[in-house]
């Protein structure tokens, strides 16, 4: 299972999304526009980042692999516990689940054609 905490309470191990890891948000709110805007603009910079297959695309292999193994916690500053409030970890989240499908699928068509 993968969860994401906020920074300024939560207490426990997870890996740190927030600014200037290598998941952290470039698009910040008022200056490149509103919550949903930045998260939207992260997305789409997000799935460049996995085409290219750089720093940040083994960033998130690594977060798959941790998944894969157990429990995941995403910790960063603006996510809100108890809010529906959009965040940029839910963007990563959805990307790890969306590798690790991949990855299982690939693997499920190895074993198909043994």
């Not at 290219?52 to 500053?77: H, M, N, P, S, T």
């Not at 603006?78 to 970890?89: F, P």
Request: include cysteine; glycine fraction near 10%.
């Amino acid at each position: 299972m993968i969860r994401i905490e906020n920074k300024k309470t939560y207490r426990g191990e997870g890996v740190y999304i927030g600014r200037p890891s290598p998941l952290g948000n470039p698009f910040k709110i008022g200056e490149h526009g509103s919550r949903h805007e930045v998260i939207a603009a992260y997305r789409i910079w997000l799935w460049r980042q996995i085409e290219l297959r750089g720093d940040v695309y083994r960033e998130l292999q690594r977060l798959a692999d941790i998944a894969k193994q157990g429990d995941l916690v995403l910790i960063c500053w603006c996510k809100e516990q108890g809010r529906d409030v959009g965040c940029h970890g839910d963007v990563i989240k959805s990307a790890v689940e969306w590798m690790n499908r991949q990855d299982s699928s690939a693997a499920a068509q190895t074993r198909g054609r043994s």
